[in-house]
């Protein structure tokens, strides 16, 4: 989705080249309009990439933080490291 994304940001610079060089306000709203369905597309790509990355029926808010810290994981084995 995001080549496809990109695809539509290129298209809008070159409909804004167009549009600059003719003068003409249908390239201009032409841009306008390839460059809000990019930008849709992007918002939509990246909901989607967050959502699959916390996974199906998981709630990252719940999670309890990770204590595998250096310390805390010589503690929890009598304190015998390096």
Do not use: K, Q, Y
């Amino acid at each position: 989705m995001l080549v496809v994304t990109l695809v539509l940001a290129a298209v809008g610079f070159g409909l804004l080249v167009v549009a600059l060089m003719t003068g003409s306000v249908i390239w201009a709203w032409g841009c306008i309009v390839v460059c809000v369905a990019g930008a849709v597309l992007l918002l939509v790509s990246a909901l989607a990439g967050r959502r699959t990355a916390a996974g199906p029926g998981r709630d990252t808010d719940s999670v309890p933080p990770s204590t595998t810290s250096g310390e805390s994981a010589n503690r929890s084995h009598g304190g015998e490291g390096d």
